[in-house]
């Protein structure tokens, strides 16, 4: 199944992409996804482990499912002053 992957602020800098699509196997969870995009861009593992994530504009945790064509986005902390 494929679902949409939105990145923003320092995640969204460092990969230089504001979004991209990522097939999942099907039944996949949330926690699935943050482990698959920690091993494909380890220049961010950090900052992705650290993030929320949003499953169709919703707040959501490790444990939620996804199902074809979600949108997850990732929102790194936000940091500076």
Request: hydrophobic content about 35%; charged content about 25%.
């Amino acid at each position: 199944m494929k679902v949409k992957i939105l990145y923003f602020s320092s995640i969204k800098d460092k990969l230089k992409k504001g979004s991209e699509e990522i097939e999942l196997p099907q039944g996949a969870d949330l926690s699935t996804l943050i482990n698959i995009l920690k091993e494909k861009y380890p220049s961010v593992a950090e900052s992705i482990q650290n993030s929320m994530f949003a499953v169709n504009e919703e707040y959501s945790t490790p444990d939620t499912k996804l199902n074809e064509g979600d949108t997850v986005a990732v929102i790194p902390p936000v940091s500076g002053g």
